[in-house]
């Protein structure tokens, strides 16, 4: 038995460290590159890529019955994808899909008269933590529309809500 020989690792380990330490050093580059351009990408920026959005006013279900027990105009835009809407949503409601985010500003300027005419224009979305309706509501308050609030708790909370359904066979 030679006792000088070293002892190796296997070479499921070997690769495993030289992929490491490629992933190290392509970071490494694209960090260095990244600070050498005239206009770095804001990398941990609040605003940066793949920053959640800030939060947008929220307006909860009871406010929105009270609302419209009061007859007062409000404007509810279910943001949800159009195949989601048509299975169920509230009567009231109108449908502009927000994924793709394309697909909202396309619709833009049809709805855009609407959102000017009443005092509160709502967002339904999937849920309290759906990051298209805060999107969505930060687009609209750079339009300059000031009266956009988010559904507190999106549709988990609408579809018990109470409020007039419709259903796909209904429609």
Not at 71 to 90: A, F, G, K, M, T
Not at 110 to 125: H, K, W
Request: hydrophobic share 45%; charged share 25%; with cysteine.
């Amino acid at each position: 038995m030679n006792i000088s020989a070293k002892k190796e690792l296997p070479s499921w380990r070997q690769d495993f460290r030289r992929a490491g330490l490629i992933v190290i050093l392509a970071t490494a580059l694209a960090l260095s590159l990244n600070f050498c351009r005239a206009r770095p990408v804001p990398l941990l920026a609040s605003d940066g890529p793949g920053a959640w959005p800030e939060r947008a006013p929220r307006i909860s279900i009871a406010e929105i019955k009270r609302m419209a027990a009061e007859r007062q105009p409000l404007l509810l835009l279910d943001i949800r994808r159009s195949n989601v809407y048509r299975e169920r949503h509230i009567a009231a409601s109108l449908n502009v899909p927000a994924i793709p985010l394309e697909e909202f500003l396309k619709c833009y300027p049809r709805i855009a008269p609407f959102i000017s005419a009443v005092p509160t224009t709502v967002l339904i979305c999937e849920s309290d933590d759906c990051a298209s309706g805060d999107r969505v509501a930060h687009i609209l308050k750079e339009f300059k529309h000031d009266n956009v609030r988010v559904l507190a708790g999106g549709w988990n909370v609408a579809k018990d809500s109470g409020l007039e359904m419709i259903s796909g066979e209904k429609q």
